[in-house]
Nanobody, 126 residues
Framework: QVQVAESGGDLVQAGGSLRLSCTVS????????MGWFRQAPGKGREGVSC????????YYVDSVKGRFTISRDNAKNTLYLQMNSPKPEDTAMYYC???????????????????WGQGTQVTVSS
């Protein structure tokens, strides 16, 4: 059974930094493409960033480019999202998702989720 667990969400001031983590079990993590999504109150879920299984294919939504960095540690079965200079509009529940073996971060990658985590809340104060 695949288990996905996010952590690291917190209240942070705009311009600060925060790192989200996602630990995965029940699959061969090093072969799986992974992604981060977020959902703000009253809005739909948005694909924020994606990293493919080999780490050489990345995607960032325009609103976070240059501020957020996705990475993975295959030895620890862990996905990260480093959030630098967050803005109040980044306030949302952040979700980690498994996108399947040898998946791609091209095209509509956000529609190919196999497993979701429960989410971790990020609140950015101005």
């Amino acid at each position: 059974q695949v288990q996905v667990a996010e952590s690291g969400g917190d209240l942070v001031q705009a311009g600060g930094s925060l790192r989200l983590s996602c630990t995965v079990s029940g699959l061969t993590f090093r072969l799986d493409t992974m992604g981060w999504f977020r959902q703000a109150p009253g809005k739909g879920r948005e694909g924020v960033s994606c990293i493919n299984w080999s780490g050489d294919n990345l995607y960032y939504v325009d609103s976070v480019k240059g501020r957020f960095t996705i990475s993975r540690d295959n030895a620890k079965n862990t996905l990260y999202l480093q959030m630098n200079s967050p803005k109040p509009e980044d306030t949302a529940m952040y979700y980690c998702a498994n996108l399947g073996i040898y998946g791609s971060c091209s095209g509509s990658w956000w529609s190919k989720v196999n497993s979701w985590g429960q989410g971790t809340q990020v609140t950015v104060s101005s």
